[in-house]
């Protein structure tokens, strides 16, 4: 299990969410409180929109806690649409190519949770993946197949859609094949302009998920960065979470269905 | 393009051949005379056999020439049966999990070379592995592929005829796909009993191998280790080099039918 | 505050203290239960005694848990007296060369604790170090600095001398500075033949310490490895314990004058 | 002996310098051209001023040319001032601490070059320093002794008055210690306006030192980006060059004399 967050609105340092709140992301990285394990010290990474096309990153395979770039780069990088992730490995191992979040084009991707049983659907998930997408893995991660997968279904086109077949396939597959560990998905997509996060399982217990908007921004996190506990609403299960660029968010259940 | 040594005979310590020599594997890390690129700082490793079953591997991203760990383990570690590698990246990531030698039970493997084209067969070369080695599978080089292949096709029951069918296979879908690019293939197996040593090329440019026989042990290099090059002999191209736990060594054509 | 371990006896593999127990120090990086911080993440380091003059070193900046050389390298390594050191940095960066042990000639050196109020002593501390041991410091560590202290002040001539006389003028200087915080300073050292542990602070809290005889060996612990409690024994707050080859284990109060 | 290249002018992407021209700073990192050695693979660092009252800093162990996160951030920051680096160790340890440019304040130095026979003045070059920059100082190179010995010496009152009144003290040191092996010292200062190089050594082998003005930049480099010989003027032996906010470029001969 892992803990992330993202951001929307008005540009701000990254160290602002990332270090900054009582309970940032960095904390969590060695405090984690809604997490299955409390330590997520298996690398990290920032994605960040600037003016150029494709997004920024900056991937890890020190804990978060400890590492001095991060720190000057969270100090001095601005952005008003970015991404943060601190990893608990599920198993594999841990090198840049398995950290989080994942940059395809003008995406980003970034992934809690994991394919139950992963081993047992590996193999037929990744055939699916059509040819581009897969000449471009370098990772072995579940999360990072889950990226290539929604990238062939559609992503571009139709999101949404993307995203629901890919859990249905990822689904049906795990039953084929019989695994029985669920499947944990709660994630976080964009494409530069908006956010659409996912809290989904197959089981009862999808990992963690709050959102809180202010003034000027619309912030997601797998747990809330401070104390002030009202102002952090929880995404409900199987559901998923819109925010465009003007910071309307929209909550809906199509995954629940 | 990599370097490689691997080493059979009474127990030495690792350094003799890794540091010690003039133009040892660490002086080739920066200085290969026999290579594409006398670089090869994209990671290395070591592995060796010892009392225990499975061999020991020490794999780290840093260049050779500047791992203090690998000082100390070098000349800390005896071993009668041994491979070191330095890494010369063809495009994947400089990982750990990207670094020779590659280790599957009993066996170890590495390799200098790279399959043409990769991009255009790694799917179709990847769906031939079977379960067990695709699970196992943690790193995207094609060297590690190879690996997988022999595995999947016999390594343990009958190595010669693993690596003729490996290098058959992929250089029919090679040639099935339309790759342009060469098969370069120098490389080297283990079963903690014996080495193989492979020499071969789909066209006539395989990679440097040399040997040398002398009291109580064999080496088999990418390139000599000393200026006394008439005491190295090289591997014929399309050849194997096979030498015994009893140090008796067979150079044999079989690949070159 | 740091955990550490230290093994004298019939040669064992690394991992049967560092991996297999319960509560191992690999655990203990994760979920460290008597230190001021559960976990001990900012790099890690083994030293082991074999036929070599000199000890063996391996450190990483990654976590302990999460390297896959330690495994291997702690599975092949055997070794009849052996350090391992898991780090959380009071302050200092993380660097190979700020990793515990640390070694010079035959002798290895790790420790829990700090000089309170470092910077206010650092210079003058260092200014103490003799010629030899100054040059040759490659970190910024107090930890490090303890270590040139005790070989300036005759460690291969009379360690426990020097071991007192460190302590004194640390603590001098710390007082002359007008340091606040306490110097604590439970730590290990060997010669290669024998192993001498120390727990002191210069107050009542002195990270704590264990130790077990077992037949055939003597562990020195910062916490039991497992929950049979009964069989582990509290080293007294400013005592030495000192075990030589014979497994004789003395403790005495010299430092508790 | 390493290789480094400083901006000022107009905002630009650091890629533009550090990765695109024919001999970028990261091609000179596999193969400069006019220093003792081909390879500066051990680190390498950068740093930029942007809005914020301190710059920037990425610093890393692995070489430069085989870094994603480099070409990341190179295509993403952009500067009106920067410094980039490729490390070739002249005996120090790899690791960030030891990797330039260093920071301190608002002030970023970077340096090609040596003290020669270094452990024979270290350490009373380093009791010079004062209070404050002792207790900074985090590597144990010669490099960030000299940094730290310009920063007491009065680098924000009068760099020049500083610069050279630190080269008096080195050499006067190494002369008195009886150091044989020359002082060689290319550098390059900053404090976010300015940019202020220098090329001196004590003997007549300063280390190359080239810049070129062009439409709204300054570019001051160890060796020529491109083949564009006759655009780059040599900075002669001995000479700072001082290029101001407004690409008013100075060139004197203060250390000649």
């Not at 920032?46 to 150029?52: A, E, L, N, Q, V």
């Not at 979040?101 to 970034?110: I, N, Q, S, T």
Request: one cysteine or more.
């Amino acid at each position: 299990m892992c803990r992330w967050l993202s951001y929307i609105g008005d540009p701000v340092y990254l160290e602002k969410l990332v270090f900054e709140p009582r309970h940032s992301l960095v904390d969590q990285s060695l405090h984690a409180e809604q997490a299955k394990t409390p330590t997520n010290g298996d690398g990290f990474g920032i994605g960040w929109y600037d003016d150029r096309p494709t997004p920024g990153l900056y991937r890890e395979i020190l804990p978060a806690w400890n590492d001095p770039n991060l720190r000057s780069l969270a100090h001095h990088i601005q952005s008003g649409l970015f991404f943060a992730h601190v990893r608990a490995s599920t198993g594999t191992h841990t090198s840049r190519s398995n950290c989080h979040p994942f940059a395809h084009d003008k995406y980003l991707f970034m992934h809690n949770g994991q394919i139950g049983d992963y081993p047992l659907v590996r193999r037929s998930l990744e055939a699916m993946i059509d040819d581009e997408h897969y000449a471009a893995r370098q990772g072995s991660t579940d999360s990072e197949l889950i990226f290539c997968l929604m990238l062939t279904l559609g992503l571009v086109e139709d999101p949404h859609r993307a995203i629901r077949r890919t859990i249905e396939i990822v689904e049906n597959e795990m039953q084929t094949r019989g695994a029985t560990a669920p499947f944990r998905f709660t994630a976080c997509l964009s494409n530069g302009n908006s956010i659409c996060a996912i809290r989904h399982a197959s089981d009862d217990k999808p990992p963690s998920l709050y959102w809180r908007k202010r003034n000027g921004h619309v912030i997601i996190v797998s747990e809330p960065l401070d104390t002030d506990a009202d102002s952090w609403a929880a995404v409900a299960p199987n559901h998923t979470l819109h925010v465009d660029g003007n910071l309307v968010v929209t909550e809906d259940a199509t995954l629940a269905a």
